[in-house]
């Protein structure tokens, strides 16, 4: 482009005079350098965590929650920031779906509340006086709670403030529960996300990109991977093991990627065949720039359509292993609420129903954020559908 | 290619597949830090036995003492034969208490799969014909209210509204009500609602994006401008090419669906099945069982792929073998 312009108003300048630190040099641009200096810190912190302390200071599944984190800014926000007019296109096309719009403030309220709310607010505790409250400016029959935190008159307990959504049978606050209940969501949602859309993309365009041999291996080996339901396979490795929210995401991340691949991996056969492809072919660039500049960024809109259509599929997941009780019990999660308030329906029905409505909404949200982004992201759907 | 060779092929790959998938359970059982050997000391020891003993003995019944090569052998031998092992918190054979379970996953999982078929084909379709219409609108709403909700929240809430609130149906399930009675029938109820709910939705989606892409088709175009009636496109000229795809997704997916849905639908409303048989046999850590109970979902998965890629070529002529 530089060198377009230039060229017009000075005959004499060629484009191998062009000067091009003018333009910005031959450096790396902002965006990497960033990614490199963060990248790099995440690894020193990493490492000093696990080497050099006595316990992790951070768990396992808070680390990759910060890499997703940092995986988001750095190729979500970040381009979208740079590339302003996209960025107002892709929005102007998204909210046309109302819906779409609604659930992506809902989903921002969640992860925001979700992210920060557990590192100010204290873990939810046991306290059995405070068992069995009502919600606030609901009330139930005075010989439901052990004792009533809030006004007591005629014969019913009224919720208060102290637990503005009631509390569960151990007397725990139902509100600070739902509050961790989100971070849990969030990060089995989000850093599977991230491990699948990882894996699936760059197994779907190598395959793609090298064809042959590579291709038939990669994708016979989707095809066995695809062919073992991670539900049961989950099912037995909690049994054989300890289980926990670590080895559920790295589960479902590393056994989930093969619809993603499959994908990428039709999408990409079709960009193959594109022009650019041949230009950068025979301008002498290597196969792993072709991949990674050529390819990937013009499969990204699928993917990422795809991956937010997944993301509702591994919170299921969790909430139901968590109801089942086959995840480790000290992480406070929506499933595991739901299921402790099975007991008492017919006493305390909103223990059981105040996390699930959270996970219904949630997943709901995603369902219909999917939805709007493949109206808004992918040319093909234009139209119809 | 032939397509013979193509099915030859594919069936292989389900054989190569199986014996992969056994494999790696063996391997998972192996590295295994407790597989329900200190269950089975602590049954021992309430019992009056000896702990010490007991953990010889399970050795023995599993083989543990033996060289990794000899148990792997007689695992797959095991496992080929249908020898599949011994329940020791039901005191019978792994295969009895299945053969014994999966009549009641049965009882409800038929019924729920030809509603959620029938309903879920019917609204798609209409949905596709009758588009951007306030039918088309409430469809798509359903759709979305069925895949988001959770199967087991889902199965909870009818339960506080119509067991404990309404009184209209009973909260649990109970055996000893025989099959064919209304009692059985009003207890089955919620367990087909909840099951039939997500399947619903998923059959929708997918009948109504596979006859979209037929509504518009110029065939269709031509067998209206000759004057046949919205019945007979509808059936004859929409529903037909469609069917193939949706034929396919049936088998696969719908089984997957069933299952793991099941799973939570027995948990939620105590039915006995397969899926309770499982989720207790984990909670006692019932090995043998466990093992049983999620392999047989797992091969059910295998052969329904299968079924449906041939299903697939052999309806649908398009298809090139070569390229898979």
Known sequence: ?385 | MSMHWYVARRVAWAVIATYLILSITFGLLAVAPGDGQTAFAFKAATQGGDVDEAQETFDEITGRDEPLLTRYKNYMVNMATLNWGWSFTRNQPVLDAIAQAYPYSLMYAVPATLISIIAGYAIGLYSATHQYTLTDYFGTFTAFFGISIPNFWFGIMLILVFAVDLGWLPSYYQTGRGVWTVANAKQLILPIIVLSTGAIAGNMRYSRAEALEYVHADFVKTARAKGADDWRVLVRHIFRPALVPLMTILVADILGLLFAGAYITEVVFQIPGLGLLSYKAIIQQDTALVMATTLIPVFIAIIGNLVQDIAYTVLDPRISYGDR
């Open chain 1, 1 to 385: 482009m530089a060198a377009d312009t230039r060229s017009e108003t000075a005959a004499t300048e060629r484009f191998e005079d062009v000067d091009w630190d003018d333009v910005g040099g031959l450096g790396f641009p902002r965006r990497t350098l960033a990614l490199g200096v963060s990248s790099l810190a995440y690894l020193v912190a990493v490492v000093y965590d696990v080497f050099l302390t006595e316990d992790a200071l951070v768990s396992g599944t808070n680390w990759l929650f910060l890499l997703t984190l940092l995986a988001g800014v750095f190729f979500v926000a970040w381009p979208l920031a740079e590339n302003r007019r996209l960025t107002a296109y892709y929005w102007r096309r998204f909210k046309k779906n109302r819906a779409a719009v609604i659930s992506a403030i809902y989903l921002l309220v969640v992860f925001v509340l979700g992210t920060f709310g557990p590192m100010l607010i204290a873990k939810p505790e046991l306290n059995v006086l405070a068992a069995y409250q009502p919600p606030v400016f609901l009330s139930v029959d005075s010989s439901v709670p052990t004792s009533c935190v809030g006004q007591a008159a005629d014969g019913l307990c009224h919720g208060t403030w102290k637990y503005p959504l009631g509390t569960t049978s151990d007397g725990k606050g139902i509100a600070r529960l739902v509050v961790f209940g989100m971070r849990v969501s969030m990060q089995v949602g989000l850093i599977t996300m991230l491990i699948v859309i990882s894996i699936g993309t760059v197994v779907g365009t190598s395959a793609a990109y090298f064809s042959g041999l590579v291709d038939e291996l990669l994708m016979r080996y989707v095809d066995i991977q695809q062919t073992f339901p991670t539900f049961f396979l989950f099912l037995i490795v909690t049994y054989l093991f300890k289980p926990s929210l670590f080895l559920l995401i790295t589960i479902f991340g590393f056994l989930g990627w093969g619809g993603i691949a499959r994908l990428v991996r039709s999408e990409a056969l079709q960009r193959r065949e594109e022009s650019y492809i041949q230009a950068a072919e025979n301008a002498g660039a290597s196969d792993g720039w072709i991949i990674r500049r050529h390819l990937m960024p013009n499969v990204s809109n699928t993917v990422i359509t795809a991956a937010t259509l997944l993301i509702p599929s591994f919170i299921l997941f969790e909430a139901t292993f968590a109801f089942l009780g086959l995840t480790d019990p000290s992480t406070p999660s929506w499933g595991q609420v739901i299921s402790s308030g099975r007991g008492d329906l017919d006493s305390a029905w909103w223990i059981a129903t105040i996390p699930g409505v959270f996970l219904f909404f949630t997943v709901l949200a995603f369902n219909f954020v999917g939805d709007a982004l493949r109206d808004a992201l992918d040319p093909r759907s234009e139209g119809d559908a």
